[in-house]
């Protein structure tokens, strides 16, 4: 296969999988837009963490809600777990790589906050940690995950979600949570600010 047919397999393949994920998800991807919005309305947070290129999508979510989305509109008190390589480091360092998410969701959240958490096999310790820290601290959590949701699935409250992308390839995963966490931006603005 050519550079120029493989490119256009690779669109090909991102394309069949936000098409498979348009046939099944979003149902559950309004849920996860009323539950952020319904937690900002109540004058609580949104903490995002992940990994990797979960990392980076916890960032830009965050950066959505505190600058903005498509809109002008006050900034949204989001704040991922990723940014501060003072905490991770020091974390990782003195206790354990694991814990890096779930000590400053138990030192930052509060009950009533909600906790995006980004794993694309579903497994990743410090994001299963995570988890139950948000528990521990009364919290909410939004699952992103793919393949079968992993671990962080079978660790999910009655009032916990989980958005499971139908794939097993990270990167086409990664590309559809993009789109699912814009998705849910656009919610979040529905609900607190109206059309524009």
Partial sequence: MDL?????????ESIKTKIAAADTMPATIVQAGDMLAQTLTEDHKILACGNGGSAADAQH???????????????????????????ITSIANDYSYDEIFAK??????????????????GNS???LQAIEAAHDRSMKVLALTGKEGGEMVSLLFTDDLALVVPSHNT?????????????????IDQHL????
């Fill in 171 to 187: 990167a086409r995963i990664q590309e559809t949570h993009l789109l699912i966490l814009h998705c849910l931006c656009d919610i």
């Fill in 4 to 12: 120029v047919e493989r490119v256009k397999h690779l669109f090909s």
């Fill in 193 to 196: 600010f109206g059309e524009a």
């Fill in 61 to 87: 979510f965050s950066a959505e809600l505190l600058n903005r989305f498509e809109k002008e509109r006050p900034g949204l008190p989001g704040i991922a777990l990723t940014t501060d390589t003072s905490t």
């Fill in 125 to 127: 310790q410090s994001i």
């Fill in 104 to 121: 400053q969701v138990r030192a930052l959240g509060q009950p009533g906050d909600m906790l995006i958490a980004i794993s694309t096999s």
